[in-house]
């Protein structure tokens, strides 16, 4: 139903910026929270960042707080501008959105649908 395509990831050079893109085709009328979720190895899933449906709140994990930023428009895209690139943060990273009536934004549990991942490497 929900199609949501990663891009963006790359190899970077720790201190190093870079700038992932997710589009997304709902096929409503409808907008919801859209979320960035990384998984390194050996680790979990965890949360990185979120937007609410409107664009004027965000939520960031204290890891990323102060180096990586969402953004969305109004049509179909959302970003992770991430700045300060560190080797902890290699790992891939999965767009995903929100389900109707979520609130938080930082459980992976309030996500219906999920992209393929795109994969950020940072070297030391």
């Known amino acids: 139903q929900v199609q949501l395509v990663e891009s963006g990831g790359g190899l970077v050079q720790a201190g190093d910026s870079l700038r992932l893109s997710c589009t997304y085709a709902t096929r409503t009328f409808s907008t919801f929270g859209m979320g960035w979720f990384r998984q390194a190895p050996g680790k979990e899933r965890e949360f990185v960042a979120a937007i609410n449906w409107s664009g004027k709140v965000t939520r960031y994990a204290d890891s990323v707080k102060g180096r990586f930023t969402i953004t969305r428009d109004a049509k179909d895209t959302v970003w992770l501008q991430m700045n300060s690139l560190k080797p902890e943060d290699s790992a891939v990273y999965y767009c995903?959105?929100?389900?109707?009536?979520?609130?938080?934004?930082?459980?992976?549990?309030?996500?219906?649908?999920w992209g393929q991942g795109t994969q950020v490497t940072v070297s030391s």
């Open positions: 995903a959105q929100a389900a109707g009536g979520a609130s938080s934004l930082s459980s992976a549990y309030e996500y219906d649908y």
